[in-house]
């Protein structure tokens, strides 16, 4: 297993560094997509498969109804949390900085959607949540406590990927 998880890891981080370094842009989505790759085929190989990731059938009806009640659940917090933040604690409007082009452009905004949806949502997810985790809390020997040292260390090398620099 932390075979594995190298393996992996060392795809990610070559991708994402290697094609940064050359001036590949979107190279953080590129180096997602390359490391589920990777994660998949290295679970292929040890004999598992996709429910190892956490991923099982469900009923389409159940599935659709989560995912709205998700939806409409963040979105709410998201609205709240802006209005609490700006008219409440009078914090100023969020800048949209690097984001700033896809106002008023629908195209380029359904592309970063589809991108930011398949990479950040399932990507990401599959990758820190599905694979790491479950890699080292079984590394760990299962169990509460191996359960919550690779929820704590999943979560920082999660946060640690998502440490941008202006």
């Given amino acids: 297993m932390p075979r594995q998880i190298l393996i992996v890891a ?3 981080l070559a991708a994402l ?4 370094a050359i001036g590949v842009p979107m190279s953080g989505p590129i180096a997602v997509v390359l490391a589920c790759i990777a994660a998949v085929l290295s679970l292929r190989s040890t004999g598992e498969d996709w429910p190892s990731l956490g991923l099982v059938r469900s009923s389409l009806p159940r599935t659709l109804l989560t ?20 008219q409440v604690l009078g914090w100023p409007p969020m ?3 690097r984001l700033g082009a896809i106002q ?13 949806w398949s ?3 399932l990507g990401e997810e599959l990758l820190f949540r599905g694979f790491l ?17 690779a929820v704590l260390v999943q ?8 440490a941008y620099r202006e």
């Fill in 133 to 149: 985790q479950g890699r080292l809390q079984a590394m760990w020997g299962g169990g509460q406590r191996a359960g919550l040292l």
């Fill in 95 to 97: 800048q949209s900085g």
């Fill in 17 to 20: 560094f290697g094609l940064r």
């Fill in 119 to 121: 990479t950040a949502a």
């Fill in 10 to 12: 060392a795809v990610f």
């Fill in 67 to 86: 995912a709205l009640g998700g939806a409409v659940l963040g979105y709410l917090t998201a609205a709240v949390a802006v209005v609490v933040t700006t």
């Fill in 155 to 162: 979560s920082l090398a999660f946060g640690l990927a998502h």
């Fill in 104 to 116: 008023d452009n629908l195209p380029l905004l359904l592309g970063m959607l589809a991108i930011a």
